[in-house]
């Protein structure tokens, strides 16, 4: 069963950054593409970035546009989020997931991320 855990998450003050990561327990799975979602408090869980299994294509939610970076380091097995200009409305709970192409899906457990204004 494979298992993705992230990390990274804390609290930082708005305008402030924070590095995510997802690492992922079987390497198989850099065969497939990884997003991250965000799930705040009394929302709906929505979409953040996601990254092609190559890489080479990247994702992103228009609120994220221009200030997050999701890359992929392949000796570590992860895939990371790099969070600039952080906002207060940033603050959620952020989620990595990856899909099997037979529609196995799979989540982490969650780190918190907090921005203060």
């Known amino acids: 069963q494979v298992q993705l855990v992230e990390s990274g998450g804390g609290l930082v003050q708005a305008g402030g950054s924070l590095r995510l990561s997802c690492a992922i327990s079987d390497r198989t799975f850099s065969n497939y593409a990884v997003s991250w979602f965000r799930q705040a408090p009394g929302k709906e869980r929505e979409f953040v970035a996601a990254i092609s299994w190559s890489g080479g294509s990247t994702y992103y939610a228009e609120s994220v546009e221009g200030r997050f970076i999701i890359s992929r380091d392949n000796a570590k097995n992860t895939r990371d989020l790099q969070m600039n200009s952080l906002k207060p409305e940033d603050t959620a709970v952020y989620y990595c997931?990856?899909?099997?192409?037979?529609?196995?899906?799979?989540w982490g457990q969650g780190t918190q991320v907090t921005v203060s204004s």
């Open positions: 997931h990856t899909e099997t192409p037979r529609g196995w899906v799979y």
